[in-house]
Each structure stands twice: as structure tokens, then as C-alpha cells.
């Protein structure tokens, strides 16, 4: 299928204005939908297109006359046009499984059906026919012909409902990738905050958990919404506030217009963590803010993702901590978001934040560049802008931006240059080293005899937080510096240990003396600063991930000090990343069983003394080879430390204990009866292609050959084909999977991430990363490739 370039994008804006959509879609029948759309808009030109994928039964009218109108299954070419146009395109499109289109999932607890409209960058055309690029911003009215007994959601209220015909008002301008449509039985909770109809829905399996929940949902909205009302002088911009929990959406929550929509693993069964609880409201507080970045002011084209993504992750840091009250926010973005991006800025995929529009020539160039550096580095860029310039003038600056380019688009330029205007210092140049440029620097503290020295190897200015502790890590003393071109010294804190970003202010690579990163090895988990604790943890698996640390060294830190930590992000993460990214990439795969029993062993101890029982059994769990402990826990229904299994933590230990050999299929099965969920189904597909026996692993490789296998199916099982302690039984699948890749990724961009991201976790030896040499060297789809390259930069 053709993939929109830049220059028909900017061809297309040029030629058409005033552009509206009437959308009908009828949901009655489940092997396809019905999707009928009026099309009206201005042309200064006779011939355009629209986009419409893979349409059965297309019948296209101009201005009132039927027309056989070329399509390809992509586009359909429109010619002849007048300056005001009229196109009505009907079409029966299919439903699909991988979360890119109309998505239908019927739930195994109760045989209740839900289809929902995922779209986003070039997935639009698989719902109705379109202009489908955001810088064609529209009012979109909608009809839906569905069963009578479901609930209907979309961008706008619903202002009529008849017969299982549901109407709703036409939105404001809007970009055409977030249009949403939400059908089903949905269980719903509904109020009122600031005169705006507002509801948080699930499915009617989750009622319990979504009314056990809600309180603090309709709070963390309420106080976010409060907030951004502060912050922002646009008012919220859209007639209603709909969120809603979903199944088999590809991305953590996608920012639609009036109708947020979350996957739905974020409404958990069992307990809520503290981390869980932590990281939903940061997600809340990051959606929220896209009505305003992203959805009042969308991006010109895709070289611009920072506007949305960057600003609403800094965003839904910044508001889940100081409106909604969850503490401790930053200590996770440190641990689990920076390291990301960090080794993302060091792939030959890196790129700006901000690269130049002729750096994305395609959408589907552009869809690889929702990563780690357009969120992560991204908002951490704009921390530190923030740090530099001042809070009261760069809010100013975005004031100014989002009244000028209401219901618009707008670029980089544009929000520099209002930030320039608001504030004496030189934003412009500021971007230039940050935004345009990509890579990070790197802090080091060196020392002049006992005087600590910071010094910046790189380009880019620096305001960072640096503390001095005594050799027990205990906190002395603290100043702002701004780190240039010339070192700073420290002469005060002679024969101090130094820790230079020690709140996380800047993205860059941080580097201590010997002096300064002994007292860390020694004492890490004295330090009393979580936030401190988090950047310190944080340049320890940077420095692994980079090969200046030995992997030796990093698991005696994790020995040492994972046991006496206090932080439920640090708790949760550091085991986490000990068993996947650092595994993975830096131990060889002889070494997988005794590092799952050094995490054990320190989680062990975490239990023992006391400290967070929920977060360290379920890193126990996730590292134990203590076969008959977890049996016992499956038995009683408890572990050892009285922590109760809830479905989260019981399908853990399943899991684990599958793949020790210790559960066979029978046992699996019962299991997934017993709980009776689709989170039981996925919980029962990851445990039994984690057994590990050539039969199961066959069996797990054809259900993945399955032609409608669901985006996550696909995920559990490739999380339980081929773990890193089975590195010699999988290795067979590696050249299967490389073959099947391409095959996979045709699905679209999306199931793209999500092949991508099943790659196998076992460390890969010479021969192993030859292969996936090899496949890189043949044609792939332009994300497959993307994610495979990656891949081999991280391991290879």
C-alpha cells in the first residue's frame, strides 16, 4: 500500500480547505461494517485523492453524480472538481484483531462483543474514507447503527439516540487521526465537573474493578482538569470528557478529542500497586493534557511528534505530581522512561526531538519515530528548558502559542518563536543545540587534586541541581550550577562525593569520578533522597548498557542494595530491568540462571526485612527457581510473607512455574478455566509456550502462524517462547521468526511494534546477531526494520 509522502501532504493542504465529514457506520453485521461518509470541502484544483483501505463494495458520488472512480485498494482518485465539492464514498470494510481499525473483541467472561475505531497516523482510512493526514483538520459528525442494548462513544456528545441509532453533534476541527468510535455493553460511570458531561467506562466484566476504582478516577480527573485550567488560559476545548478502558489497543491511551481511550490492563484485577496506581495517573494527567497539545493545536507534519508527545509527557509527570497528588513520579520517569532513551540517542536510528520535515519524507517513516526520544528525551528536554528559562515565562510563551494556533497547526518555529518572545534568554538557540540536533552530552566530575570539577563534554547548556553528600552518602549540601563550555569547580566541596543532575533537571549521560562512584557501590541504599537514589540507579544501568560498567559490578549494586530499598518504582523497575534489557543485552545466556537467582535471592531479602511485600514477591516471582514455594503459594493461595495472589500475581507464578517444568498442559488449562477472563486466556497462552519442551514451543510457534492471531496473543505468547533461561531450546525460532517477520508486519505499522517487540529475550551469541545481519540486509517494512535494527545496535 502506498505510504503518504511529504510532498503529496503539503500539495494537498495547499489545494483544499473548508473540509468537513458526515460519518454514518453501521456495526449490526460481524464479518464487516458498513461505513458511508460525505465528504465536503473546497478545491483550488480539479484532481485529488481520498484514502480508503482495502474497501469492499465501493461506490463513490462527485457532486451529486455516481462515478467510477479509480481505486487501488489505497486511494481513490477524485478528478474533475469544482471549487465546493460534495463526495459521498460507501464501502463494507473488515473488522480487525491487531488494534489498527475497527477493533472487535468478544469477551471469553461473559460472550459480551465490543468493536471500537483504534486509528491514529494512517489508520483513519480503515474506518471511512478520507483525506487522512492532521493538518487537514475537520468537524466530523457521526451516526452509528449498532445493537440497541450497547453504549456508544465518540469525539462528541451524543445528542439523540433511536432505534439503536445513535447521533452525536459535530466536533470542533479536529486532526482526523483521533477520531474514536467506542461500541459495547460498556459498564459507565458518569458526573458533572465544570458544567462538562464526563464519564470513565469498561467493559461489564469489569464492573467491580471500574467501580472499586472510580473515586480516584473521577478525583485524578477532576484535579488535573483544575490544574491545566491554571496552567492554560485556553479553556478546555471539546463539549464532553469521556475515558474509556479498552481491549487490544496497541498504544498505553490514545488522546482523542473528548473521548480518551486506555488499554484496558490498566483497570488491573487483584490489587492496584502503588507503582500501578503511580503510573495510570500519570497517563491520565498526560492524555488530558493533549486536548491541548495535540488536539487544539495539532502538528503541521510528522516531524513535529515532540509538540504532542513531548509536552504531554512532561505534562503527566509534572500534573500527576503536583495536582494530583501521586509523589514520587519522577523517581520512576529517572528508572524506568530515561534509560530508554538514552540508549535510543545512541542507535544509528537516533534523531532529533524536532528533525527536519524533509527527515520524515513518509507516515511511514514517521510512524518509527514514536520512541523513546520524541516522548522520553523529548520531555526531559523540556524539563530542563523549564530549569533554564523559567516556569512563569515559559508558560507565557505557551499561552501565547496555543491561543495563536487554536484549532490549527502549527510547527516548531512557531512554538519557539513564542517562547523567544516571552522570555530574555535565547530559546531559539537553545533549540537549535537541543531540539535540532541529536545525541546528549555528557556530565563528568573529575577532580583537581580534592576539588571536584564538573565538565561538560558536548554542545548544549546545562542548569542541573548538584549535591555533595560525606562518604556515608549522607546529604551536605546543594547548589544550582549552569554547565557551559568551561568546567566548574566545586572548591567548596573538597574531598566531597558529588553528584552532578542529582534531581534528573537535564538528559545527559552522567560520569563520576572513582572517588564519588565508590561511595555509591558502598553505600546506595543510605542515601536518603528516593530522587537521588532513582538518577544514581539509573546511571548504574546506563554505564552497563554502555559497557563501562561490568555486568558483575552492576549485580553486586543490585545485591547489595535492592534489598534495603524504600521506593516502589525502584522496587518494582531494577528487577525488572536486571531480568530483560540488562540480561538480554550484556550477560551471555550461560549466565540467565544465575542472575534470575541473584534477583531472587535480593528480593528475598527485601521480604525478610520488611520492606514493600507487594513489590518484592512480585520480583520474586518473576525470578525464583524455588519450585516448591511457588507451588505451595499456587496451593494456598498465599505466599511465604502472607501476600495474597491476586489474578495479577497467581498468572506470575503459573508462569514462572511452566517454564521450570513444574506445571504441564493439563494443569495451564485448569487455570484458565479457574479464572475464566481474557486475562486468564493471555495468562494461559504466555505459561504454556513457556514450558520447556520442544512440544510446547511448537505448538506455541503455530498458534503464532495463526492468521488472525490477535495483537495480544501475539505478545503473551512471544513473552513465553523464548525466555532468556531457555536461550538453547528457542534458538531454533530465531531464524523462523526472521523469516516470518515481514509476513507478520504486512498486518500495518502497529502489529509492526508488535512483532518488533516480541523479539526473542534470549542473549544473542555471534552466529545469532549474524542472522539477524542477514534479514536486515533483505527487504523489510520500513517499522519491522526499524525495530530489528534496533535491536542488533542494543545487542550487538
Known sequence: MPSLTLAEARARAAQLSDVSYDVEIDLTDQQSFGSRVTVRFASSGPDTFLELHRGQDVRVTVNGAATEAAYDDARIALTGLADHNEVVVEARLPYVTDGDG??????????????????????????????DQVDLKAPVALRVVADPGWTVLSN???????????????????????????AGPWHSRTFEHAGLPMGWHARASLKDELDRDFDGLR????????????????????????????????????????????????LPRGRVTDVQRRQRAMVIAHEMSHMWFGDLVTLTWWEDIWLNESFAEYMGFRVSEAAAGFEGTWVGFEVTHKPRAMVADRRRSTHPVAPLPEDVPDVDTASTNFDAISYVKGASALRQLVTWMGDEDFLAGVNSHLTRHRFGNATLA??????????????????????????????????????????????????????????????CESRWVDLDDEPVRLDRWAGRVVVPNAHGETFARVVLDEQSWAAVEDGLGSLEDDLARSVLWCTALDAVYTRDLPVERYLTLVDRHLPTERSSSLVTTIPEATL???LSRRAPAAQAESVHERVSAACRAGLDAGADPEGFTRGLARASRAVAELGRWLTDGRTDHDVELDPQLRWQVVRRLALLGALDAGAIEDERRRDGTADGDLGAAAASAARPTAEAKEEAWASLLAEDVSNRRFTAITSGLWPAEQAELAAAYLPRYLEAGPRWAARGPAFSQV???????FHLDEAQLGLLRGALAGELPTVLRRQWQDVLDDRG
Not at 238 to 259: I, T
Not at 755 to 761: Q, R, S
Open 102 to 131: 475497527m477493533h472487535t473483541f468478544t469477551d471469553p467472561a461473559d460472550g459480551e462483543r465490543y468493536v471500537s475505531a483504534y486509528v491514529g497516523i494512517d489508520i483513519t482510512q480503515r474506518v471511512f474514507a478520507c483525506f
Open 156 to 182: 462528541a456528545p451524543s445528542v439523540a439516540m433511536r432505534a439503536g441509532t445513535w447521533e452525536f453533534a459535530p466536533t470542533p476541527p479536529i486532526p482526523i487521526d483521533l477520531f474514536v468510535l467506542c
Open 414 to 475: 512557531d512554538l519557539v518563536g513564542a517562547l523567544d518572545d516571552a522570555s530574555p534568554r535565547d530559546v531559539r538557540g537553545w533549540a537549535e543545540v537541543w531540539l535540532r540536533q541529536s545525541g546528549h552530552d555528557t556530565v563528568r566530575v573529575e577532580r583537581d587534586g580534592e576539588v571536584p570539577v564538573l565538565v561538560r563534554d558536548g554542545r548544549r547548556p546545562h542548569r542541573l541541581l548538584v549535591t555533595a553528600y560525606d562518604e556515608g552518602l549522607a546529604e
Open 580 to 582: 530483560g534489557p540488562v
Open 755 to 761: 512483532v518488533g517487540a516480541g523479539f526473542p529475550a
Open 219 to 266: 478525583r485524578i480527573t477532576e484535579q488535573c482538569f483544575d490544574h491545566y485550567g491554571e496552567l492554560f488560559d485556553e479553556p478546555f476545548p471539546f463539549d464532553s470528557y469521556d475515558q474509556v478502558f479498552v481491549p487490544g489497543l496497541n498504544w498505553g491511551a490514545m488522546e482523542n478529542p473528548g473521548c480518551v481511550t486506555y488499554r484496558d490492563e490498566l
